[in-house]
């Protein structure tokens, strides 16, 4: 019985685990990409347009 639960546990914890995992690996890709696209782009006008 303790292992029919802790399957249902696992069951229920690594849906959430994965999702915010995959949530806090798209924060940090786009903050990176962010920051290079600042850098290689420095100096343009178009980035003053862009709000």
């Known amino acids: 019985m303790p292992g029919a639960i802790a399957i ?3 069951l229920l914890v ?3 685990v994965a999702l915010m ?3 806090a ?4 890709l786009g903050g990176v990409l962010n920051r ?5 782009n420095e100096g ?5 347009l862009n709000v």
Do not use: K, M, N, T
């Open 8 to 10: 249902i546990v696992a």
């Open 36 to 40: 290079d696209a600042e850098v290689r």
């Open 44 to 48: 343009s006008e178009l980035l003053d």
């Open 25 to 28: 690996l798209a924060v940090v």
């Open 21 to 23: 995992g995959s949530a």
């Open 14 to 16: 690594f849906p959430v």
